[in-house]
């Protein structure tokens, strides 16, 4: 019995000595600097678009970062998450990489001056070819009942390794989608 106990001191001292805490690391979609507002002239009104719908792929609200690891394998990271909800991340950089001339809203309360924008989020992820995808399908309608349908990908190289560098590329891939959907609003008016 005696040894049996110095036995299982032993493991459990060695258990103890190899494990260490694991070091979790944070990431923002978006950056705090992304919620500095920049004003308009006095005399114009930003164009109002109400994001109806945001559907974002179910490996995307994971807690942890996704990384394409084969042509059909994902890895969900277990040190590197998000550091808010996915989607909450997303509409703060999308909102912002929009501008100062649009205004994404998403109050129930519909007037007759907005747009309408239903966007899905399919892919937002790093690849193991060393590229960054963003590939998403979006719906836009005007107040005056034109409708927009549009498939977007980007795919954006990787030139550095690292979660905290794909993360950065994903704010590029989310401007160029909101350029994309500016285009189309211009195009609408």
């Avoid at 190899?18 to 308009?40: E, G, I």
């Avoid at 009942?145 to 030139?159: E, I, R, W």
């Amino acid at each position: 019995m005696y040894r049996l106990s110095i036995a299982i001191f032993l493991v459990a001292l060695l258990n103890g000595c190899s494990s260490q805490s694991v070091s979790l690391q944070y990431y923002l979609l978006h950056t705090p600097n992304d919620s500095v507002s920049v004003s308009l002239p006095p005399d114009a009104q930003p164009l109002l678009i109400r994001l109806t719908n945001l559907s974002v792929s179910d490996y995307l609200m994971q807690r942890g970062l996704a990384v394409q690891t084969a042509e059909n394998a994902l890895h969900i990271s277990t040190q590197h998450i998000w550091a808010e909800p996915f989607e909450a991340g997303f509409k703060k950089k999308l909102t912002h990489a929009l501008g100062p001339d649009y205004k994404l809203i998403y109050t129930n309360t519909k007037k007759d001056d907005e747009y309408m924008l239903d966007l899905s989020l399919l892919h937002l992820v790093a690849t193991y070819q060393g590229d960054a995808v963003l590939d998403a399908r979006y719906t836009l309608s005007s107040p005056t009942g034109s409708t927009v349908n549009k498939a977007f990908q980007v795919k954006l190289d990787l030139d550095s390794d690292g979660y905290g560098h794909a993360v950065s590329v994903y704010r590029q891939a989310i401007v160029l989608l909101a350029d994309d959907i500016k285009t189309q609003l211009s195009a609408m008016q």
